[in-house]
């Protein structure tokens, strides 16, 4: 793999409400939350929903609510990616594939949006789209006479055309069917090979599996574990019993589940915040877990005594 491209550490995200006239409280939904990519890696981050996988997406892209407050670090090709830097990247070399369709202009057909306003693109815009099944007919629809599937290609379509170093894929494939969303994957990969980073966002880590290098399990806002694609062929290279947990829930895996569920954002316990819900639980695990080095990454558990990751 090249140089790192991006690194995010040690990232908090907390939003100010107001409950009951003027009071205001301040709740903490992202901790310390840990992920890389470098050049020509794509690297899957997978979670519950709920549990910052999307936050950490618009972070990155400086497209927080006002109301959100933003500590930790985030570089980009080794520098601090400020405000007015990442004004300077975004749409040009950082894209993100958003999740949500209502990001497209409902006003506006497909064809000038994927173009971006750019005179002279047609021959750039059809090949994006045809990239992804989308004939030169959609070039001339609205937005609202293409299906779910549709407009999620649309919306990749828009990103790529830009060529850009570091792509973001918040949740690529909902609405697409398995071989279509293997598909969009599959171009991420190729990206990727190009030289360029990809950042997956996804619930499905079955599918992530397929085309990703590395993988980030997210919970409760934390980065819980960090390992290789390889890790997550067996249960005993995995280090946390929540990766474990979602291991098992794989269908070829016997499907099984662990009860309870990850807890609401204003009764998240201290320390780790899989606690509520491990049959491991210790004492320890109640205060901060600092992220330690694994052979295969880095995990945030009492069970593995490892160096403490930087």
Known sequence: MGEYLLEVKGLSVSFCQYEKGWKRSRIQVIRELTVSVRTGEMVAVV??????????????MGVLPYNASVSGEIRYQGEILTEKKIRQLRGKEIVLVPQSVSYLDPLMKVGKQVENGKKGRTGQCREALGRYGLGPETEQLYPFQLSGGMTRRVLISTAVIEKPKLVIADEPTPGLHLEAARRVLGHFRE????????????????LALQTADRVVVLYGGMTVEEADREA???????????SRALYRAMPEHGFSFVPGSQPYVKE???????????????????KFVPLRKTE???????????????
Not at 233 to 241: I, V
Not at 296 to 308: D, H, Y
């Open 191 to 206: 990206m990727a090979d190009e030289g360029a980073g990809v950042l997956l966002i996804t619930h499905d880590l079955e």
């Open 47 to 60: 979670g519950a929903s709920g549990s910052g996988k999307s936050l950490l997406a618009h972070g990155i």
């Open 232 to 242: 997550f062929q067996q249960e005993e290279t995995l280090f946390h019993p929540y």
């Open 296 to 310: 295969r990454g880095s995990v945030r558990c009492v069970l593995w005594g490892g160096e403490e990751s930087r």
């Open 268 to 286: 998240m316990p201290e320390g780790c915040p899989y606690q509520t819900r491990c049959r491991e639980v210790k004492e320890s695990c109640r």
